[in-house]
């Protein structure tokens, strides 16, 4: 079993939808959680921070269910430039330090 | 702020040839990562330092070597470059680790042939 698994879509989405990405993860020591965005060919950049009381920037709202192990990220009046890979990311410390990176879902805005 | 900074953009290594991947950072931070991305899949962590003089393997470290002689610069040394090291690298910085967001580098694409 992946440590971090996510849904690879891709998600096929007109605009002013609403589309929800879910990422589990495995290790109970997961520490802190991230969604983040990729560009094609570019690099990822923090798209939010991931608290578990749930926290929302603008059209975005990311969960956290520790009990359940499950992340997820709600965009709400989908826009043409929403269309990216979006990576789920966990932080794990058990002593050493580790970061484990989902493969990424892909995500389709269309006119 | 150039943030992180990544020399070549892309490179063709033949089988068996060594290279480095450049990285620097003018932000002053501590953490510093090296990452490959394969196609359709997530990144992987290659090394990680801590501060200037400490490295740490990640989960991919084998064929690659670091250093870290100062906060801002974090070489990848490619030696002896075979097939499987064909991917992107992406090198990125952070002010601590665990909690805090990391800021990446443009990538440097590999092919070796």
């Known amino acids: 079993r992946k440590e971090v698994e996510q849904d690879p879509g891709p998600f096929n989405v007109p605009e002013g939808a609403t589309v929800a990405f879910n990422c589990t993860y495995s290790?109970?020591?997961?520490?802190?959680f991230f969604w983040y965005r990729q560009d094609c060919r570019k690099e990822p950049k923090l798209l939010m921070s991931v608290y578990s009381s749930g926290n929302e920037d603008g059209r975005f709202t990311a969960q956290l269910n520790r009990a359940s192990q499950y992340i997820s990220l709600l965009i709400r009046d989908s826009k043409l430039s929403d269309s990216a890979t979006y990576l789920c990311v966990v932080n794990i410390n058990t002593g050493g330090f580790k970061t484990i990176f989902g493969a990424g879902t892909r995500l389709f805005v269309k006119a | 702020n150039a943030g992180v900074t990544q020399t070549p953009k892309f490179r063709i290594l033949k089988i068996g040839q060594s290279m480095t991947l450049q990285c620097t950072q003018d932000?002053?931070?501590?953490?510093m990562y090296w990452y490959r991305q394969d196609p359709g899949m997530g990144l992987k962590l290659i090394y990680y330092s801590v501060g200037a003089g400490i490295t740490d393997k990640g989960e991919v470290p084998n064929g690659y070597n670091v250093s870290r002689s100062t906060t801002e610069d974090f070489p990848l040394r490619l030696e002896l470059a075979a097939p499987s090291q064909t991917s992107v690298y992406f090198c990125?910085?952070?002010?601590?680790?665990?909690?805090?967001?990391?800021?990446f580098g443009p990538g440097t694409r590999l092919t070796v042939t």
């Open positions: 290790n109970s020591a997961s520490q802190s």
């Open positions: 990125a910085s952070s002010p601590q680790a665990v909690s805090y967001e990391q800021y």
């Open positions: 932000m002053n931070h501590n953490y």
